[in-house]
């Protein structure tokens, strides 16, 4: 997903956007491509005079918008996929004009031009769109992200909302509100105190220096379970995390966010966060101005009680990753397929690399960042089963492409 720039609403350009092309980049095993061709998914979707504008990418969908301001989605990051369809026979355009669009796990999530969030499934069932509620005072929200069993939009006042999606993949309040947790010896900044618990209400997460102006969020991230959010002053807080999906499912996000917000300490000294991606497994990637980590995590211990069930302690342990020291990230994101990331870098040059390895005998060197392929004009990527879709400028076309090296298969 985009990156929130300011604390403000977005105004609509009265200028129609230019028109992009859509690549896909067939995944080649072992984390290389084996030939660029057009991808066409989305081209019979395309309004009567209007054009693909560009695509946004979840863990879950891929999300097309079109120059008249319309949307299209294809379900599958990992290894299904379904067919592409118009996202205005789920959400009416009219009634719901909408400046942004998330899909999640069977659910989508958009925040409409006045700031109101809305939900509605992807597929079967009822279809209906439910306008999610908001606490009292609350300012318009500005961006959505929608995960595999949650959705959260950042407002104008910086705060972080939360709601759960149930059994039916429908969008509902949670019951608790958020609390900052301390991780480690870092220092922890004062929250509000008194805060009131309004059953059926979405979670709020306020930082003290949001508050006030002095932090911003610069990036967002929704997972299967968890949502990533950085900020301008170079910290990462990682909300309702937990170490495997088994522990979300049927939970609701009352249980999923038991530890709240909790701080992640970096291995690199960044002034900012430039870009997050959240994926399933608890897989985080963050790009900052000193460097690119990432973890998926491995030390969590879990406990279990009568009263409360099954609950665990994250401790994550992020790992930077030095060949991409020196590169300005454009875009992350990441394939619920083997932990596998892709990076787009501002002069096209995509990167690949696993975030954990399952199995012991594939190569250590999987961890690291390779060039996969360098795209020149690149706006955009997203996965879908396990190839990489590109966004390039109208005009442009595969021959553009330039495929890197297949990675070893056998550590040498």
């Known amino acids: 997903m985009a990156s929130p720039k300011a604390a403000s609403s977005p105004s609509p350009s009265p200028k129609r956007p230019p028109g992009a092309v859509l690549l896909r980049l067939k995944f080649q095993w072992p984390l290389s491509f084996s030939v660029a061709e057009p991808a066409t998914e989305f081209d019979s979707l395309a309004p009567d ?26 379900e599958g990051g990992g290894y299904s996929w379904s067919q592409a369809l118009p996202l205005s026979q789920y959400i009416d355009p009219v009634k719901y004009p909408l400046q942004s669009v998330s899909g999640g796990s069977l659910h989508f999530a958009g925040v409409t031009k006045k700031g ?5 499934k992807s597929r079967g069932g009822d279809k209906a769109v439910r306008l999610l509620d908001v606490p009292p005072g609350e300012p318009a929200a500005v961006v959505v992200v929608a995960g595999a069993f949650h959705a959260a939009a950042v407002n104008e006042a910086g705060g972080l909302m939360v709601w759960s ?22 220092p922890l900044p004062a ?19 949001l508050a006030n102006g002095r932090v911003r969020v610069t990036a967002l991230s929704a997972g299967v379970t968890h949502t990533l959010i950085g900020l301008s002053d170079g910290n990462v807080w990682v909300a309702g995390i937990k170490a495997s999906e088994r522990f979300s499912r049927n939970s609701g996000i009352s249980t999923i966010y038991i530890k709240d917000v909790q701080q992640v300490k970096l291995p690199v000294k960044a002034r900012t966060v430039t870009h997050v991606a959240a994926g399933d497994s608890d897989v985080c990637v963050v790009a900052t101005n000193a460097g690119v980590v990432c973890w ?14 099954w609950s665990a302690t994250y401790a994550p342990a992020p790992r930077h990753l030095p060949e991409l020291d020196g590169v300005e990230i454009k875009q992350l994101a990441v394939s619920k397929a083997y932990h596998m990331v892709a990076a787009l870098a501002a002069d096209g040059r995509i990167f690949t690399w696993c975030v954990a390895l399952s199995e012991k005998s594939w190569p250590a060197d999987w961890l690291r960042p390779g060039l996969a392929a360098t795209v020149p004009g690149a706006a955009a990527i997203g996965w879908a089963e396990r190839d990489l879709y590109v966004t390039v400028p109208e005009g442009s076309g595969p021959e553009v492409v330039k495929l890197g090296a297949v990675r070893p298969d056998k550590s040498v």
Not at 116 to 120: A, E, G, N
Not at 297 to 309: A, I, L, P, V
Request: glycine share 12%; hydrophobic share 40%.
């Open 49 to 74: 005079g209007h054009k693909l504008a560009g695509i946004s990418y979840s863990t879950a969908a891929l999300v097309a918008h079109f120059t008249d301001g319309s949307y299209a989605y294809r």
């Open 116 to 120: 109101r969030v809305v939900s509605s």
């Open 165 to 186: 999606v149930d059994d039916s993949y429908s969008a509902t309040g949670a019951v608790a509100g958020f609390t900052a947790v301390q991780v480690g010896a870092m």
């Open 191 to 209: 929250g509000p105190a008194g805060q009131v618990v309004v059953a059926g209400a979405p979670r709020v997460w306020r930082h003290p220096a």
């Open 296 to 309: 998926m995590d491995d030390r969590t211990t879990y406990s279990f009680s009568e009263s409360s069930g």
